[in-house]
T-cell receptor, first 107, second 113 residues
Framework: GIQVEQSPPDLILQEGANSTLRCNFS?????LQWFHQNPWGQLINLFY???GTKQNGRLSATTVATERYSLLYISSSQTTDSGVYFC?????????FGTGTRLQVTL | DTEVTQTPKHLVMGMTNKKSLKCEQH?????MYWYKQKAKKPPELMFV???????INESVPSRFSPECPNSSLLNLHLHALQPEDSALYLC????????????FGPGTRLLVL
């Protein structure tokens, strides 16, 4: 099956800093999504982005499908951005989640 | 409304018990999913239902039995579970099962004693 790798595994930022999270996947996909899991376990969908670039407030994402990677940019980070960020990739309804990037934003 | 609800929030059960997890969505979505998430691990797909029919079963043991009584409701029946089945069980839905945005519920934290 498809392999999904994320980097870095852990990230500590001061409030206001910017960061880039990376997701590499091993096969062609037509479904790629980024999620944020808060400390209570709730998964929030950030982007559905099998290709191209999208922006939503302080977050943006880019997927280069031909090179099999996706990037999530977080600008002007806030403490509420803390949690685990997952990339999930696959075909149609079958998503494989990466191992995640655990982000801690400190004051 | 992009809400998926799950009940119960927490569940403790013995290995001989039978229990059920419930998931509901009222977004008109025709695809629903069960995922399992162990502590500090990513979610893993268990089952996919499309138009109330099981379309994907990721080789899940038969002690987990999914059911989709109608397009808004998804159940997961549990029987004779093992302690290693303790996990967060997440339900999700999407418009169709062709690769659209998935919306997740808050999950049920299951402890098997």
């Amino acid at each position: 099956g498809i392999q999904v790798e994320q980097s870095p595994p852990d990230l500590i930022l001061q409030e206001g800093a910017n960061s880039t999270l990376r997701c590499n996947f091993s096969d062609s996909v037509n479904n790629l999504q980024w999620f944020h899991q808060n400390p209570w376990g709730q998964l929030i969908n950030l982007f559905y982005i099998p290709s191209g670039t999208k922006q939503n407030g302080r977050l943006s994402a880019t997927t280069v499908a031909t090179e099999r990677y996706s990037l999530l940019y977080i600008s002007s980070s806030q403490t509420t951005d803390s949690g685990v960020y997952f990339c999930a990739a696959g075909t149609a309804s079958k998503l494989t989640f990466g191992t995640g990037t655990r982000l801690q934003v400190t004051l | 409304d992009t809400e998926v609800t799950q009940t119960p929030k927490h569940l403790v059960m013995g290995m001989t018990n039978k229990k059920s997890l419930k998931c509901e969505q009222h977004m008109g979505h025709r695809a629903m999913y069960w995922y399992k998430q162990k502590a500090k691990k990513p979610p893993e797909l268990m089952f996919v239902y499309s138009y109330e029919k099981l379309s994907i079963n990721e080789s899940v043991p038969s002690r987990f039995s999914p059911e989709c009584p109608n397009s808004s409701l998804l159940n997961l029946h549990l029987h004779a579970l093992q302690p290693e089945d303790s996990a967060l069980y997440l339900c999700a839905s999407s418009q169709e099962a062709r690769g659209e945005t998935q919306y997740f519920g808050p999950g049920t934290r299951l402890l098997v004693l």
